[in-house]
């Protein structure tokens, strides 16, 4: 295989200003895709997240990595932005192979372990708008595009994997039905992609060592071990790279379509394809929550990663 397997391939990361969707981005771009990456965060204006990382910085990392990345601000709860970003693609590049529907922005917005009648319900409706009304829209304008050219890719990111989230509540009412739709998404846009010649995986990361994440245990990925000594299971995390080596891999897949449909995470994609985390492990995060931490033994990665 090419060291650069996606030369010449154009990519779009929808949510791409920080965690797993930059962490995509940029190794999509160390595997020489043209990545379009977009958020609501740029240097002039950030988001409801009031947080330092931009669609900016995040174009210069894929750059930076080998690939050519472009910066452009959008919010995808908005039918003509994302009209006009799929426009702009296409006068552009005349092309899109791989879409990423990554758009989430829930975290400030559910209330764990609070039920439904006692959740805020603003706060829940905009948390459903913001995980599922953005991959609808996104899908809407940018599909048409894909199938111009056989071999087209959509992911749907999610937290958890189909066998999981089946029998798992995930912690309140309003998060658990947005993670778990998502894995819908991926199914019914395989029935509709897959007779036009593309392919809709779901994939999801295991617990991630995002900025917001790293910035709550007070850690840095350098460091970030230190955390484990609050939070033990935290021994099982990765990196936003992790799940970004996946995706790359399954995008450079000329197979790819055997996965049509399914549910994925990055530790059976990391099997399947040959490839570890920064640090050289593997871990299997969505084995180990469901053999250890939620079995409430004693934290232990060891056959775990």
Known sequence: MSATPLDG???LVAGATRGAG???AVQLGEAGATV?????????????YDRPET???????VTAAGGHGVAVPTDHLEPDQVRALVERIDAEEGRLDVLVNDVWGGEKLFEWENPVWEHDLDNGLRLWRLALDTHAITSHFALPLMLRNPGGLVVEMTDGTAE??????????????????VLRMAFTLAHELGPRG???VVVTPGWLRSE???DAFGVTEENWRDATERVPHFVISESPSYVGRGVAALAADPEVARWNGQSLSSGQLAREYGFTDLDGSRPDAWRYIAEVQDADKPADATGYR
């Open 164 to 181: 999981y989230n089946a029998v798992t509540y995930r912690n309140s009412y309003f998060y658990d039905i947005a993670k778990t739709a």
């Open 212 to 214: 917001m994440m790293l």
């Open 22 to 24: 930059r962490g995509i």
């Open 9 to 11: 391939k154009v990519a």
């Open 36 to 48: 379009y990456v977009t958020g609501r965060s740029t240097r002039t204006k950030r988001s409801e």
């Open 55 to 61: 669609v900016e910085e995040t174009a210069e990392l």
């Open 198 to 200: 593309a392919t809709a």
